[in-house]
């Protein structure tokens, strides 16, 4: 089993920056053997993909964030990253660290960010 916690979340102004932390623990040797992505949903949406980390390293990002958010992982310390810079209200959600190969498929339990006046 894998667990995954995610911290950084908060409020923030918009223009602002957060980082969100994705830390992985349990039967996990090497991040990098792992999809990651970052999710996140809006009441009343359904959970879309953010932004995502293929274990050889490729990246994708949703439009809607192109440009403002960075995914990036540090497998020393087992733990993906979510930089997010250029806050808009829109990016309000829970925001969820997903690790998925093969069968394999963990959620972590969210971080809520909101970014507003």
């Known amino acids: 089993q894998v667990q995954l916690v995610e911290s950084g979340g908060g409020l923030v102004q918009p223009g602002g920056s957060l980082r969100l932390s994705c830390a992985a623990s349990?039967?996990?040797?090497?991040?990098?053997?792992?999809?990651w992505g970052w999710y996140r949903q809006a009441p009343g949406k359904q959970r879309e993909l953010v932004a995502a980390?293929?274990?050889?390293?490729?990246?994708n990002y949703a439009d809607s964030v192109k440009g403002r958010f960075t995914i990036s992982r540090d497998n020393a310390k087992k733990t993906v990253y979510l930089q997010m810079n250029s806050l808009k209200p829109e990016d309000t959600a829970v925001y969820y660290c997903?690790?998925?190969?093969?069968?394999?498929?963990?959620w972590g339990q969210g971080t809520q960010v909101t970014v507003s006046s």
């Open positions: 997903n690790a998925a190969k093969a069968t394999m498929n963990y």
């Open positions: 349990g039967s996990i040797f090497s991040i990098y053997v792992m999809d």
């Open positions: 980390i293929a274990s050889g390293g490729t990246t």
